[in-house]
């Protein structure tokens, strides 16, 4: 045998020590392990030699069965049923992702092999998601038929029925039935209208008039009754509401339309409209489904997002392992994650030394080293070797979870100015109905025949639907496409307001620096105390604070207990050690002390009963990406500004190091408060970018809010828009995202009233036909939605 073979089964290499071969119609064939020789003589066992007919030629490597076999029988347990299926008509169904699936051969494998298992009511196979979609009765064991699977070479997963019913799914595959019927009843009616139309130019026998006529009715009753029922079920609600929208008047026109041909068919009238009918209704549609996968790309955020969690995790049980659903995870859990598994809830490093990849979270590529001690992110993957993690957050407290909810509340965030756009459309919708009453009653004495037709003209060409998708397309497009750039907009008025600042104001600690200061020197100023002495009460006033400088502080081991700790913001913070009150923060909070040699230091000061014990020098390094951030904006046309708590003379370094010509120091929230609302009342527009927990008061006063946030502190962030991740590149990114939003939507605005104040004169006098009207009115919104689209593809 050679050793260039390949195995017949999975195509990897026969290693040479290898002499293994399986019997497939009479021909001896390779294979490279048992595993593979036990699938193929399962395969050829059960009849079905004809996969490997049918199959493309496989992936090295696909197929071939996992060495450790999973412990399937877990999945018989009762809690995890209830999590991994659902019961319906006397079965159980589950719904099992795939892994190893390459070609439509496989899905025919599945279906045939489980098909055959007892127990198996119907097995149906998605090729194109890898889902399987199983139903089996109560009696049989889902282990057996997930090990089934297993034994063919593939690696099952059951999926949660949480993560599969999604509502936007549903509302997208009725969208799609309604276009499709409108679709299809557009063209067959087109069809016989070739034949109506004739009439102007041949001459047609009456019943063949009427038989098309009849044919037509029965085509365009479905597209009005089931396609077009959206817009008549949204009319009548804005009407009961006292709100018409804009659905009032397509409701209006496609009703009319279709019931003045009604009875033109059955009185043998003079025309009818069934093919204008089926021709709005499409383009309205269409011009619908597409706004809708706009707004579905935000979901899919969302969803991407959740679906990074595994659905079970193994917890360590007094030494024993067990495979349990992630939501009965608890914290104070230990759970042993293997290599190239997904951490299933925050926790902290117990076990081992890994790296992990945090890309989607962070938007950081590079994978980062972790030891014992430190924190791992739900959803992160660990690349390297097995660990063991403590859980200390799981579900919606994780930082996924935290991720997920304010991508959703951002999707929710609507401008005020398009609040007010809603709150007056009800108004536009009354003018253009008054308006196309003015219309038919001047034509009707003009010229009674023509007077529906320009009417129903009138009523189609000006449904302002363009108007309405103006901005809300625009700002669901960069939304979606902000937060996959790694920026979470929690305010709906952010974006807009943000494009117009002429100022970005930035704190220095954990905003311009990385938030990871370290202790460079003590001074120890009572000859009673030692600097261990000192660094554990300061651990100790910093345990439960959120300031970044608090981790500077951090020791392991016991801590003496405190009692009525206070943090006061901007100046310290202070509590009771032995009853005795110590204070740790400015000099000016504890009491006076010294300054540092070192220029750039960050001085804290420890104290008890107004005198100063001891006073600690930190260090902080900038981001590296400060300097270029700050200067790009610079570019942009923003004046930056340093406002900071620290010392003059570390404040003025950092801005002398990134260029900044206006720096504060030594500020109060107050103090900044202050300088934001100077100047804003000298005519700017001001950004802060700055923490957005302990800064919180400033932030609201600045027109727009940006903080860096990560981990725990996500969710207590209350800034408008959030960056995800250590770099400060984004906020050039947010700032030209919002000026082309606002540029888009300028030009949306532009030309759905360009197109109005044209279309409508000319449809009122007449030169406008309905089947025209849909088309004009229908690609209006259409040029709206894509406009609005190219912001997805914003770099």
Same mark, same amino acid.
């Given at each position: 045998?050679?050793?260039?073979?390949?195995?017949?089964?999975?195509?990897?290499?026969?290693?040479?020590?290898?002499?293994?071969?399986?019997?497939?119609?009479?021909?001896?064939?390779?294979?490279?392990?048992?595993?593979?020789?036990?699938?193929?003589?399962?395969?050829?066992?059960?009849?079905?030699?004809?996969?490997?007919?049918?199959?493309?030629?496989?992936?090295?490597?696909?197929?071939?069965?996992?060495?450790?076999?999973?412990?399937?029988?877990?999945?018989?347990?009762?809690?995890?049923?209830?999590?991994?299926?659902?019961?319906?008509?006397?079965?159980?169904?589950?719904?099992?992702?795939?892994?190893?699936?390459?070609?439509?051969?496989?899905?025919?494998?599945?279906?045939?092999?489980?098909?055959?298992?007892?127990?198996?009511?119907?097995?149906?196979?998605?090729?194109?998601?890898?889902?399987?979609?199983?139903?089996?009765?109560?009696?049989?064991?889902?282990?057996?038929?997930?090990?089934?699977?297993?034994?063919?070479?593939?690696?099952?997963?059951?999926?949660?029925?949480?993560?599969?019913?999604?509502?936007?799914?549903?509302?997208?595959?009725?969208?799609?039935?309604?276009?499709?019927?409108?679709?299809?009843?557009?063209?067959?009616?087109?069809?016989?209208?070739?034949?109506?139309?004739?009439?102007?130019?041949?001459?047609?026998?009456?019943?063949?008039?009427?038989?098309?006529?009849?044919? !037509?009715?029965?085509?365009?009753?479905?597209?009005?009754?089931?396609?077009?029922?959206?817009?008549?079920?949204?009319?009548?609600?804005?009407?009961?509401?006292?709100?018409?929208?804009?659905?009032?008047?397509?409701?209006?026109?496609?009703?009319?339309?279709?019931?003045?041909?009604?009875?033109?068919?059955?009185?043998?009238?003079?025309?009818?409209?069934?093919?204008?009918?089926?021709?709005?209704?499409?383009?309205?549609?269409?011009?619908?489904?597409?706004?809708?996968?706009?707004?579905?790309?935000?979901?899919?955020?969302?969803?991407?997002?959740?679906?990074?969690?595994?659905?079970?995790?193994?917890?360590?049980?007094?030494?024993?392992?067990?495979?349990?659903?992630?939501?009965?995870?608890?914290?104070?859990?230990?759970?042993?994650?293997?290599?190239?598994?997904?951490?299933?809830?925050?926790?902290?490093?117990?076990?081992?030394?890994?790296?992990?990849?945090?890309?989607?979270?962070?938007?950081?590529?590079?994978?980062?080293?972790?030891?014992?001690?430190?924190?791992?992110?739900?959803?992160?993957?660990?690349?390297?070797?097995?660990?063991?993690?403590?859980?200390?957050?799981?579900?919606?407290?994780?930082?996924?979870?935290?991720?997920?909810?304010?991508?959703?509340?951002?999707?929710?965030?609507?401008?005020?100015?398009?609040?007010?756009?809603?709150?007056?459309?009800?108004?536009?919708?009354?003018?253009?109905?008054?308006?196309?009453?003015?219309?038919?009653?001047?034509?009707?004495?003009?010229?009674?025949?023509?007077?529906?037709?320009?009417?129903?003209?009138?009523?189609?060409?000006?449904?302002?639907?363009?108007?309405?998708?103006?901005?809300?397309?625009?700002?669901?497009?960069?939304?979606?496409?902000?937060?996959?750039?790694?920026?979470?907009?929690?305010?709906?008025?952010?974006?807009?307001?943000?494009?117009?600042?002429?100022?970005?104001?930035?704190?220095?600690?954990?905003?311009?620096?990385?938030?990871?200061?370290?202790?460079?020197?003590?001074?120890?100023?009572?000859?009673?105390?030692?600097?261990?002495?000192?660094?554990?009460?300061?651990?100790?006033?910093?345990?439960?604070?959120?300031?970044?400088?608090?981790?500077?502080?951090?020791?392991?081991?016991?801590?003496?207990?405190?009692?009525?700790?206070?943090?006061?913001?901007?100046?310290?913070?202070?509590?009771?050690?032995?009853?005795?009150?110590?204070?740790?923060?400015?000099?000016?909070?504890?009491?006076?002390?010294?300054?540092?040699?070192?220029?750039?230091?960050?001085?804290?000061?420890?104290?008890?009963?107004?005198?100063?014990?001891?006073?600690?020098?930190?260090?902080?390094?900038?981001?590296?990406?400060?300097?270029?951030?700050?200067?790009?904006?610079?570019?942009?046309?923003?004046?930056?500004?340093?406002?900071?708590?620290?010392?003059?003379?570390?404040?003025?370094?950092?801005?002398?190091?990134?260029?900044?010509?206006? !720096?504060?120091?030594?500020?109060?929230?107050?103090?900044?408060?202050?300088?934001?609302?100077?100047?804003?009342?000298?005519?700017?527009?001001?950004?802060?970018?700055?923490?957005?927990?302990?800064?919180?008061?400033?932030?609201?006063?600045?027109?727009?809010?940006?903080?860096?946030?990560?981990?725990?502190?996500?969710?207590?962030?209350?800034?408008?828009?959030?960056?995800?991740?250590?770099?400060?590149?984004?906020?050039?990114?947010?700032?030209?995202?919002?000026?082309?939003?606002?540029?888009?939507?300028?030009?949306?605005?532009?030309?759905?009233?360009?197109?109005?104040?044209?279309?409508?004169?000319?449809?009122?006098?007449?030169?406008?036909?309905?089947?025209?009207?849909?088309?004009?009115?229908?690609?209006?919104?259409?040029?709206?939605?894509?406009?609005?689209?190219?912001?997805?593809?914003?770099?």
């Amino acid at each position: 045998m050679g050793h260039a073979e390949a195995c017949f089964h999975c195509a990897l290499p026969v290693p040479p020590n290898c002499n293994l071969t399986v019997t497939i119609e009479d021909a001896q064939q390779p294979v490279c392990c048992p595993g593979c020789k036990a699938v193929a003589e399962l395969i050829r066992d059960t009849g079905m030699t004809r996969y490997y007919e049918l199959r493309d030629a496989p992936e090295p490597g696909v197929g071939k069965p996992p060495e450790e076999a999973a412990e399937w029988i877990v999945f018989d347990n009762p809690d995890m049923l209830e999590a991994f299926t659902e019961q319906r008509d006397g079965a159980r169904e589950a719904t099992i992702y795939v892994g190893g699936m390459y070609c439509s051969a496989c899905s025919w494998l599945i279906e045939t092999t489980l098909g055959k298992q007892p127990g198996i009511r119907t097995a149906e196979v998605n090729p194109i998601t890898h889902r399987l979609r199983l139903q089996f009765a109560g009696d049989s064991r889902l282990s057996d038929h997930l090990a089934t699977l297993a034994g063919l070479g593939y690696q099952p997963q059951p999926l949660s029925p949480e993560s599969i019913a999604r509502p936007e799914v549903a509302e997208q595959r009725t969208a799609l039935k309604r276009l499709l019927v409108a679709s299809l009843g557009m063209m067959q009616v087109m069809m016989f209208a070739v034949g109506l139309y004739s009439m102007d130019f041949y001459t047609i026998d009456p019943e063949m008039q009427h038989f098309l006529r009849l044919v !037509s009715f029965f085509v365009t009753t479905p597209v009005v009754f089931y396609a077009a029922k959206p817009f008549f079920t949204s009319a009548w609600r804005g009407v009961v509401g006292r709100k018409p929208g804009m659905d009032l008047p397509v409701s209006v026109a496609v009703g009319a339309a279709y019931a003045a041909s009604v009875y033109a068919t059955f009185t043998r009238g003079e025309a009818v409209w069934f093919d204008s009918v089926t021709m709005f209704v499409f383009f309205l549609t269409l011009g619908r489904f597409l706004e809708m996968r706009a707004r579905h790309r935000s979901i899919d955020r969302s969803t991407a997002l959740s679906s990074l969690l595994p659905n079970t995790a193994t917890r360590i049980d007094d030494e024993a392992h067990l495979v349990v659903p992630v939501n009965q995870l608890q914290c104070g859990d230990r759970v042993l994650i293997r290599a190239g598994e997904p951490v299933p809830a925050d926790g902290v490093l117990a076990d081992g030394a890994t790296s992990v990849d945090e890309a989607l979270l962070t938007g950081e590529a590079r994978a980062r080293v972790k030891a014992v001690g430190d924190e791992l992110a739900a959803g992160s993957v660990n690349l390297d070797g097995m660990i063991e993690m403590t859980v200390t957050r799981t579900g919606g407290d994780t930082t996924l979870g935290t991720i997920s909810r304010m991508s959703e509340r951002a999707r929710y965030a609507r401008p005020s100015f398009v609040t007010l756009a809603d709150r007056i459309a009800s108004y536009i919708v009354i003018a253009l109905l008054v308006v196309a009453a003015a219309v038919a009653t001047f034509w009707y004495f003009v010229d009674a025949e023509r007077a529906f037709v320009i009417t129903l003209s009138v009523l189609v060409v000006t449904c302002p639907c363009a108007l309405a998708l103006a901005t809300p397309a625009a700002f669901a497009a960069a939304g979606s496409r902000l937060s996959q750039l790694r920026l979470l907009v929690t305010n709906g008025d952010a974006i807009e307001s943000l494009s117009r600042v002429n100022v970005a104001m930035f704190d220095k600690t954990g905003t311009l620096t990385l938030g990871e200061p370290r202790i460079e020197s003590v001074v120890v100023t009572d000859p009673g105390r030692t600097e261990r002495d000192c660094r554990v009460i300061a651990a100790a006033l910093e345990h439960p604070s959120t300031h970044p400088l608090a981790r500077a502080f951090e020791l392991d081991g016991a801590l003496p207990a405190i009692s009525n700790h206070q943090i006061v913001v901007g100046q310290g913070v202070s509590a009771t050690i032995d009853g005795r009150e110590w204070r740790l923060g400015n000099a000016r909070f504890v009491g006076g002390g010294a300054a540092s040699d070192d220029a750039s230091a960050t001085n804290v000061f420890l104290g008890t009963e107004g005198r100063v014990v001891a006073w600690f020098a930190l260090e902080d390094a900038l981001r590296p990406d400060a300097a270029g951030t700050l200067a790009r904006l610079r570019q942009l046309g923003l004046e930056t500004e340093l406002v900071s708590g620290d010392n003059r003379v570390a404040v003025d370094a950092t801005a002398a190091q990134l260029g900044i010509r206006t !720096s504060h120091s030594q500020c109060s929230p107050e103090d900044k408060l202050a300088i934001i609302e100077a100047a804003q009342r000298a005519g700017n527009r001001v950004v802060m970018i700055g923490d957005g927990i302990n800064d919180a008061p400033v932030l609201a006063g600045a027109d727009t809010s940006i903080a860096p946030a990560h981990g725990a502190l996500l969710a207590q962030t209350s800034a408008d828009i959030v960056m995800l991740g250590d770099s400060l590149k984004p906020l050039t990114t947010a700032v030209q995202m919002a000026r082309k939003t606002m540029r888009i939507v300028r030009q949306n605005l532009a030309w759905a009233i360009v197109y109005n104040a044209l279309a409508l004169p000319l449809a009122a006098a007449g030169y406008v036909p309905p089947w025209a009207a849909a088309i004009g009115m229908s690609a209006s919104s259409l040029v709206v939605v894509l406009n609005a689209l190219r912001l997805n593809r914003f770099e």
